[in-house]
């Protein structure tokens, strides 16, 4: 399908006039491509935001940069009613791109550790700022279809679970109106495209980093008794860890304790004094969360006690300032949204799906007192060709974060925009 054919089929789709009628129309394809082929890291989103924020501004909407960071803030007032949010991340991963596609990026830049790498929209946070900006452009081109205020979120350093936070303590909703609904899109890896799921209740895990020091005493690795060898209690803890989840989590209540990384020596023969171990920690209940986080501090003390360590040089754990909190989607809300999809997509283009392990900080948005009724959908970004060969053939399709990923632009945006635009007018005019 050519861009002049998928603008024609977006202009079908929103009304001739709206589009006929606007002195900003945007060719949301081209705007992808561009942001696609231009990722930022999280943090350094300084010209995605800057370049955002102009279109906004243009479509007529009254735009505050810098918020909690890179984010952007727009608001359309719209006389009186409820206020919605509709939310869009904005940062992209320190991953080389390697699809092939005539607007890969091929973007360098120096990471927090002043590394040069390559960047990549490997999550589809491409996806969803073009779709937002779709749904803005429709949204302030039929505003006699609607009345209340529009607020549209653009958050920075999603990826590390920074910018959700950083927004609501610079006064997200202080500064600003206080949503009644917060709503927001994730594309699917694992979803042909014009589909999207809906799930009420946990839809996405909380996402913790742990980071344990494992400590001992060093020597020749020909005299082992003389030492305190920290790479065979290293082991001992990672085998221990694994009985969290089997016979300390209740079998109903998911979790996952991930270890990701373990380094330590330098050399054949030489007993380290340390090994570093990384950890990902997955749940749903902060009950869950906090008595995995406190099973991994006991197993680390005890195995350092059964050692015959000192209390010195007992293992440190730390647990990083990246949590992210689980997305709870509000079961009411999402009644609304599945009637709503419905509607505009049709009932087999709509599906209900499973939680997944993956974290998104969108659910800080709806942690907030008084709690904000919030919702997460998701919007399949698979080509339907690819996707059912992957399902005839069970072929293992790209996933997220994979260099590999690459969603099908046109239909994919074609129909986060119609999804996003009529959950939004339909939960302006409920009554």
């Not at 129309?25 to 890291?41: G, Q, T, V």
């Not at 279109?55 to 608001?75: D, F, K, R, S």
């Not at 999809?341 to 392990?357: R, W, Y």
Request: aromatic letters at 6%.
């Amino acid at each position: 399908m050519d861009k002049k054919l998928f603008k024609l089929l977006l202009i079908a789709l929103f009304s001739v006039s709206a589009f006929a009628n606007s002195n900003s129309d945007i060719n949301l394809l081209d705007l992808y491509k561009d942001l696609h082929s231009n990722p930022e890291l999280s943090y350094k989103e300084f010209e995605t935001s800057k370049k955002l924020s102009l279109i906004l501004e243009e479509l007529g909407y009254e735009v505050t940069n810098g918020v909690g960071g890179n984010g952007v803030v727009a608001l359309l007032k719209n006389g009186e009613g409820k206020t919605i949010m509709l939310r869009a991340d904005m940062d992209g991963l320190p991953v080389e791109e390697k699809t092939g596609a005539s607007y890969a990026s091929r973007t360098k830049t120096l990471n927090d550790e002043g590394q040069e790498v390559f960047t990549m929209h490997a999550c589809g946070h491409d996806v969803h700022m073009t779709v937002l900006i779709g749904a803005a452009q429709y949204l302030i081109q039929n505003r006699s279809d609607w009345s209340g205020t529009l607020m549209l979120i653009l958050e920075p350093a999603e990826e590390v679970s920074g910018g959700a936070r950083n927004m609501i303590k610079d006064g997200l909703f202080t500064r600003f109106p206080r949503p009644d609904f917060n709503l927001a899109l994730h594309v699917s890896s694992g979803m042909e495209t014009g589909k999207v799921g809906y799930l009420p209740g946990w839809a996405m895990a909380n996402v913790d980093s742990v980071d344990i020091i494992v400590k001992g005493l060093g020597g020749h690795g020909a005299y082992p008794h003389t030492t305190k060898d920290p790479i065979v209690l290293s082991a001992q803890i990672i085998s221990q860890l694994q009985t969290i989840v089997s016979r300390q989590i209740a079998p109903t209540d998911p979790a996952v304790v991930t270890v990701g990384s373990i380094h330590g020596g330098t050399k054949h023969n030489v007993i380290p004094n340390e090994v570093k171990l990384q950890l990902t920690l997955r749940s749903y209940t902060d009950e869950v969360r906090n008595a995995t986080i406190s099973s991994i501090k006991r197993i680390v003390r005890g195995a350092a006690i059964a050692a015959g360590l000192p209390e010195e040089l007992y293992p440190t754990v730390t647990l990083k300032d990246e949590y992210t909190p689980a997305v709870f989607n509000n079961p009411q809300l999402v009644e609304k949204l599945k009637v709503s999809f419905e509607k505009s997509l049709g009932k087999d283009n709509v599906k209900k799906v499973s939680p997944v392990m993956g974290g998104e900080d969108f659910g800080m948005f709806g942690r907030v007192e008084p709690i904000i009724p919030t919702a997460l959908f998701w919007l399949g970004a698979v080509n339907k060709n690819i996707y059912e060969k992957a399902v005839r053939e069970d072929i293992v399709l790209p996933s997220l974060h994979s260099d590999l990923f690459l969603p099908d632009a046109e239909p994919t945006l074609e129909t986060g925009v119609k999804a996003m635009t009529g959950a939004a007018l339909d939960l302006f005019n409920e009554s």
